[in-house]
């Protein structure tokens, strides 16, 4: 319990540290608060006006959740289409690729052309931010399935559900959760392009008008919900992940750690 708590404890103490110098620095260098705003400011500025910021934060939550999931529904199971398939992996795999060195903030006026200004643009632009690194984690992770244990278990005249179920999929969880990780972030990134690019509401809106106005404070505050947003959600993906593959080599050496 104690070393749980110390596991909590030490990522803060280094936040602590950060905004102390953030403080000093500012201090010591005159820093204009025109460029960057003081941290009492920000705080202030985040208990001020923290229902607004609430209620501008529930839009991109909920973006970034659909998005999220978006990419998690489509992206394992074409990934299990691109390893079970040389045709699928030899048309489908190289777009895929092509699509990532598209900018997202250049296509994302195209999804309000064609959807509005609600929701949907948003969680398109959250799922193409969010997609990739779950098909490429669980195409890598689905090719690196221990042979002998697939021969063992067709030998054992498995049907294919059977070695994905109880083989495949196992040996493959750690990837795939590894991409769920990364996915969660980008999926943030995603739903606020969209907010920048036709959002009437948002954290996204509020950055985009706070600059135009030069409320630096007022930015600082939707960043840090946005930091605040993506850490969280990143934390419960991992919580699922200890609750999916405990049997796992890195769970139980944090298993250990935490007990």
Same mark, same amino acid.
């Not at 403080?23 to 607004?52: C, E, G, K, N, T």
């Not at 909920?62 to 691109?82: K, R």
């Not at 959760?177 to 690019?197: H, M, P, Q, R, Y």
């Given at each position: 319990?104690? #070393?749980? /708590?110390?596991?909590? *404890?030490?990522?803060?103490?280094?936040?602590?540290?950060?905004?102390?110098?953030?403080?000093?620095?500012?201090?010591?260098?005159?820093?204009?608060?025109? $460029?960057?705003?003081?941290?009492?400011?920000?705080?202030?500025?985040?208990?001020?006006?923290?229902?607004?910021?609430?209620?501008? #934060?529930?839009?991109?939550?909920?973006?970034?959740?659909?998005?999220?999931? *978006?990419?998690?529904?489509?992206?394992?199971?074409?990934?299990?289409?691109?390893?079970?398939?040389?045709?699928?992996?030899?048309?489908?795999?190289?777009? $895929?690729?092509?699509?990532?060195?598209?900018?997202?903030?250049?296509?994302?006026?195209?999804?309000?052309?064609?959807?509005?200004?609600?929701?949907?643009? &948003?969680?398109?632009?959250?799922?193409?931010?969010?997609?990739?690194?779950?098909?490429?984690?669980?195409?890598?992770?689905? &090719?690196?399935?221990?042979?002998?244990?697939?021969?063992?278990?067709?030998?054992?005249?498995?049907?294919?559900?059977?070695?994905?179920?109880?083989?495949? $999929?196992? #040996?493959?969880?750690?990837?795939?959760?590894?991409?769920?990780?990364?996915? !969660?972030?980008?999926? /943030?990134?995603?739903?606020?392009?969209?907010?920048?690019?036709?959002?009437?509401?948002?954290?996204?809106?509020?950055?985009?008008? #706070?600059?135009?106005?030069?409320?630096?404070?007022?930015?600082? *505050?939707?960043?840090?919900?946005?930091?605040?947003?993506? !850490?969280?959600?990143?934390? $419960?993906?991992?919580?699922?992940?200890?609750?999916?593959?405990?049997?796992?080599?890195?769970?139980? &050496?944090?298993?250990?750690?935490?007990?």
């Amino acid at each position: 319990m104690i #070393s749980r /708590v110390s596991a909590v *404890a030490k990522p803060v103490l280094f936040l602590l540290l950060l905004i102390a110098l953030w403080d000093l620095s500012i201090r010591v260098f005159h820093v204009p608060p025109y $460029l960057i705003p003081a941290p009492l400011d920000v705080i202030q500025v985040l208990i001020a006006d923290w229902p607004d910021l609430f209620a501008q #934060s529930v839009p991109t939550l909920s973006a970034t959740l659909l998005g999220f999931v *978006a990419s998690a529904v489509i992206g394992i199971p074409l990934a299990l289409l691109i390893v079970s398939s040389k045709t699928v992996e030899d048309y489908v795999y190289p777009l $895929l690729v092509f699509s990532q060195s598209v900018p997202k903030v250049a296509i994302a006026p195209l999804f309000v052309v064609w959807f509005g200004f609600g929701l949907v643009p &948003k969680v398109i632009s959250a799922f193409l931010l969010g997609m990739f690194p779950v098909v490429v984690s669980a195409v890598q992770g689905l &090719k690196s399935v221990d042979s002998d244990l697939l021969d063992l278990a067709r030998g054992m005249e498995a049907d294919r559900w059977q070695i994905f179920r109880m083989v495949s $999929l196992p #040996s493959a969880a750690p990837a795939i959760f590894a991409g769920l990780k990364v996915s !969660v972030t980008l999926t /943030v990134v995603g739903a606020v392009v969209g907010e920048f690019v036709g959002g009437n509401g948002g954290l996204g809106f509020v950055l985009q008008r #706070s600059i135009g106005n030069f409320e630096l404070p007022t930015m600082f *505050a939707a960043l840090v919900l946005l930091a605040l947003i993506g !850490v969280v959600l990143f934390w $419960l993906v991992e919580w699922v992940e200890k609750l999916a593959i405990p049997w796992h080599s890195s769970q139980q &050496k944090s298993f250990n750690q935490g007990s």
